[in-house]
């Protein structure tokens, strides 16, 4: 695609619930990383994938936090019984390998009420 | 580990003035980049400059440039000519050059302008 593309755009889920976030990066790009975004603050480093393979999770806060990207290609993040403190914007970005421009999706905004 | 700060929450310019936000950063390492981003009301982070650590010039970008100063590990952003377009977050960046956590991004907290017509 032209550009990173995250769905959905915003998500209102209940306390407890299962939620799963898509990100599409740009076509070729083998690097792909998800950032949290709490308010009033910069985006925080979650995970990055290079390929299928996740290199580097240290930033998922708990066990509840967890992220695929079977194909290389299309990846999910994926959170189990969310907890009102999980509410943030969740980016992700792409770049063509690790040490390369990263480029941003629109993030989806993400309330557990 | 690599902190960036950022000291000013807020600022605001009238058009066609100029104005400079301020961030700082601490890192033990030598080669890195250094970034200022722009978050419109989107959310999407946009690219506005880049600085690599080894150049001494400072880069700049049309009505954007930066004021690098390493030694003091200060990294301001200045623009000129200000638009109403130009109004957002601004968020600046750390990553680490070479080896090692050469991917991540380290960000600020950010600094909200608003450019008054």
């Known amino acids: 695609g032209a550009g990173v593309s995250q769905t959905p755009s915003n998500k209102v889920t209940e306390k407890g619930k299962y939620v799963e976030l898509r990100c599409d990066p740009i076509?070729?790009?083998?690097?792909l990383y998800w950032y949290r975004q709490s308010l009033g603050q910069g985006p925080e480093f979650l995970i990055y994938?290079?390929?299928?393979?996740?290199?580097?999770d240290s930033g998922l806060p708990n066990d509840r936090f967890f992220a695929v990207r079977p194909e290389g290609s299309v990846s999910t993040l994926k959170i189990q019984r969310t907890e009102r403190g999980d509410s943030a914007v969740y980016l992700c970005?792409?770049?063509?390998?690790?040490?390369?421009?990263?480029?941003f999706g629109q993030g989806t905004r993400l309330t557990v009420v | 580990a690599q902190t960036v700060t950022q000291s000013q929450p807020e600022m605001s310019v009238q058009e066609a003035e100029t104005v400079t936000l301020s961030c700082t950063y601490d890192?033990?390492?030598?080669?890195?980049?250094l970034f200022w981003y722009k978050q419109p009301p989107s959310r999407q982070m946009i690219l506005v400059i880049r600085?690599?650590?080894?150049?001494?010039q400072n880069a700049t970008e049309n009505r954007f440039s930066v004021n690098f100063q390493k030694a003091a590990k200060s990294f301001s952003l200045k623009i000129s000519d200000s638009q109403l377009g130009d109004a957002a977050m601004y968020f600046c960046?750390?990553?680490?050059?070479?080896?090692?956590?050469?991917?991540?991004?380290?960000f600020g907290k950010g600094t909200l302008l608003t450019v008054n017509p």
């Open positions: 970005a792409s770049s063509i390998t690790r040490n390369t421009e990263a480029f």
């Open positions: 076509s070729g790009h083998t690097a």
């Open positions: 994938f290079q390929g299928t393979g996740a290199a580097d």
């Open positions: 890192t033990s390492e030598s080669d890195y980049y």
């Open positions: 600085q690599e650590a080894y150049k001494q």
């Open positions: 960046a750390y990553r680490l050059q070479g080896r090692g956590s050469n991917y991540k991004l380290t």
